[in-house]
């Protein structure tokens, strides 16, 4: 039976994003503080106290739908785009091990292997080929399980930004020979993805992220980094403009331009136009024009390739992108919108036609 209610859930260091969507359309989203040290590097460490909160969490909202989709963090799987000779299912299975013989040296059976479907010629096919480890599968299962709710799907989170591409691209005609580069802008590292011909292609983590923000506004207000957050999220007393500050953009800047720089070095015909954004630190206006000038390229929230929300969500959205693309149905028919609706649309969001 086609699964028509179902909830996101981006469990990140800092904070866990939940979306919730019905018949592929987005009823709701929030974002929640995570208690310290529950989660390290991306990888939950309290399995037991995870559960309990998403249990209180999901009560203290209202969400009485059971059906989950994790993201897995990128940390916890292998992923490649690879060719190979056109096979059979049965073949792909014994031959996808091999793909990823350079990464991992545990024994075979100690891993899951996935795939999709990128294009296929006469003789031979592209794979985006997913490897991830039976264990972190069976905590995220049994995750689940402790927190009273049923775990329908576990999917990287890169392929949540995918599933988001792939449904703008479907709505507004682009063709999917469109190229893109998202700026995921964490908490301990900020993630710069390139998505070829709208297809998941490579990361490249930049460090360090949010949270050195609230280090330094903890180092010049003399306060911890749980208060110096608090304290640049609302900018007290101006800290966002503080010398230090300004440096840490720039430099992150720095960062971002070098590495758009080589994808497009080694890339040179590639057709990205835009540096989509989102994140924790895309509330941080300064460091959004620090980085905007630094590269001379335009800089636009990643909500804006996700037109279609309820009033009030986008806030939370830009937080929780991830969460919301793991949750679309990626076999799902999409209407394109007609010229009318598109120019309704970019006029919304101040995009030139």
Known sequence: MKITKVVGIDIGNYRIKISYIVKGELKDVFVETLPDN????????????????????FRSHGIHCR???????????????????RMTVKQLQLNLPFEFHDYISEPTEKYFYDYAVIEEGGKTMKLLAVACSRELIDRYRTLAKHAKLNAVGLVPDVLGFQRVLRRYNALFRVPDTKDYAILDMGDRSFKLHFFRNSVYEVTRPLEPGARRIAEIAAEIRGTDVHIGQLAAESNQDDVLAHENMEALYESSAVQIMRA??????????NTIDTLYYCGGAA???ALLTTIEETMNLPMRPLTDLMPYTEPGLEAALLLSPQSYGVALDPEAKVRALSDDEIKETLARQEVPV
């Open 38 to 57: 529950i989660v390290k590097d991306g990888m939950v460490q309290y399995w037991d106290a995870m559960a309990d909160f998403l249990k209180e969490t």
């Open 67 to 85: 059906n989950v989709i994790f993201t897995l963090p990128s940390s916890g799987v292998y992923m490649r785009v690879v060719d190979l000779p």
């Open 260 to 269: 758009m720089n080589f994808y497009s070095y080694s890339n040179t015909n």
């Open 283 to 285: 509330n941080y206006p």
